[in-house]
Each structure stands twice: as structure tokens, then as C-alpha cells.
């Protein structure tokens, strides 16, 4: 099971890889918008923002999130992991459950080109 360290490491790498992203991934990602992202597993959630084509983490809580994000993400750590590590695909696990992914019909438009 994946640790709350190694949690906030695949956030970041995901940043970077977003910030150094072209083309309709760069514009996708570049949203300025609250996130969230609660580890099923860890009972944890990551707080911050989208914002410039990079996420920024503000804070983790435990359990859910105390306040509803633009976009919300919610996984357990080691799918977090293998997904930002190459290993899964985003969009495959969606489409089974493995990954929540909620925003607003807008955002979702504009995220689809990361999937």
C-alpha cells in the first residue's frame, strides 16, 4: 500500500509532467481551479488548486474533503501511483471505477484531452 509521501511524490511528478506538457495537454491543464484529491485507502485528501498548468498541493486533511473542489479526484494510492508512474491508464480506469473523477461539465469538456 502506497504511503502519504510516496502520495504527494506522484502529485508533484504529475505537475511537472503537466507543466512541461505542449499543445492540448498544456492548454487543458492550464485551468485555474480548486482540486482535490482524496486516497480511498489512506482515508487522506490533498488540497490545492490547478492553477498555470500545474497542481498545486495547499494541504492534506484527513478523510474527505471538508469542501467541495472544482475538480475532484478520488483513488487509492497505488492506483495513484501506477498512473502517474505509466503503469494505468487514466481514462481505463474511469471507465471502471477505479478513478472518480468529478468537475463541472465545462472542466470535463477541457479535461478530456489529458485522457
Known amino acids: 500500500m502506497a504511503t502519504l509521501e510516496e502520495c504527494r511524490g506522484a502529485l508533484d511528478r504529475l505537475s511537472d ?4 506538457a505542449g499543445g492540448d495537454v498544456h492548454a487543458a491543464a492550464a485551468l485555474d481551479r480548486s482540486l482535490s484529491c482524496h486516497i480511498t485507502d489512506l482515508d487522506t ?3 490545492g488548486h490547478l492553477r498555470g498548468g500545474r497542481v498545486v498541493v495547499g494541504d ?7 469542501e467541495k473542489a472544482q475538480i475532484r479526484l478520488a483513488m487509492t494510492g497505488d492506483d ?11 481514462a481505463k480506469a474511469w471507465a471502471s471505477g477505479r ?17
Do not use: I, K, Q, S
Open 17 to 20: 509532467n503537466l507543466a512541461r
Open 60 to 66: 492534506t486533511v484527513p478523510g474527505a474533503p471538508r
Open 80 to 90: 495513484l501511483l501506477a498512473m502517474v508512474g505509466g503503469e494505468l491508464n487514466f
Open 99 to 115: 478513478v472518480r473523477l468529478e468537475a463541472g461539465f465545462r472542466d470535463l469538456l477541457r479535461l478530456r484531452t489529458l485522457l
Open 45 to 47: 485528501t490533498f488540497v
